[in-house]
């Protein structure tokens, strides 16, 4: 059911291990991305609330509890990693110190969608790489849910023939709202870090 193991590298649950979902295209974010962009965001998430779209190994979500998080909800439509996200999830355990953590089975386009706009502080997408379709949807979604203040952003995962500030320009409603503040690169994988412009 597991193909290997992801480490948090900061914060409550620093140095403890995760367990990866034995899924086709599942990709764990690497811990020097992870690590890269949480210097970024200046280490800590203190009572920011968090959705991570779609979890996989929860690797960011994790981490961004683990960083203080007020909240954070992993969507993941797929049974298998949805129940290794569970099995992380009790065997990290829970602690005063730590925020309300959600993970809910569902499709993640379908249900950011009936979310309120302007609901959440960060907003991670990371689809599977193979369905290039889910960037823009899921971007268009972010826009419209990451709230437009500093402070917030939104992190996307994605291949190189994916390039997020194109898709901002096909968002009309919010994309002209968000920049790309920062480019992580590992691999085959590129990390996009956008905030809202000043205004």
């Excluded at 998080?69 to 730590?98: F, I, T, W």
């Excluded at 309300?100 to 991670?124: G, N, W, Y």
Aim: charged content about 25%; hydrophobic content about 40%.
């Amino acid at each position: 059911m597991s193909t290997g193991k992801v480490r948090i590298i900061g914060g409550y649950w620093r140095g403890r291990y995760i367990q990866v979902a034995d899924v086709p295209g599942l990709r764990p974010t690497a811990d020097r991305t992870r690590e890269t962009l949480f210097n970024c965001l200046g280490q800590r998430l203190d009572g920011l609330t968090c959705l991570d779209m779609f979890a996989g190994t929860g690797a960011l979500g994790f981490e961004a509890l683990s960083r203080g998080a007020q909240s954070v909800q992993m969507l993941e439509l797929s049974p298998k990693a949805y129940e290794v996200l569970k099995k992380n999830r009790d065997h990290l355990g829970q602690a005063p110190e730590l925020g309300l953590m959600e993970i809910i089975k569902t499709d993640a386009i379908a249900h950011s969608a009936r979310l309120p706009a302007q609901s959440v502080d960060v907003t991670f997408i990371d689809p599977p790489f193979a369905e290039e379709v889910l960037f823009l949807k899921a971007l268009k979604e972010a826009t419209r849910i990451t709230k437009k203040e500093k402070g917030a952003f939104i992190y996307m995962e994605h291949p190189k023939t994916v390039h997020p500030e194109e898709l901002l320009k096909v968002i009309p409603e919010f994309g002209d709202f968000w920049e790309i503040q920062r480019t992580i690169r590992s691999g085959v994988a590129i990390g996009s870090l956008m905030v809202p412009k000043a205004r």
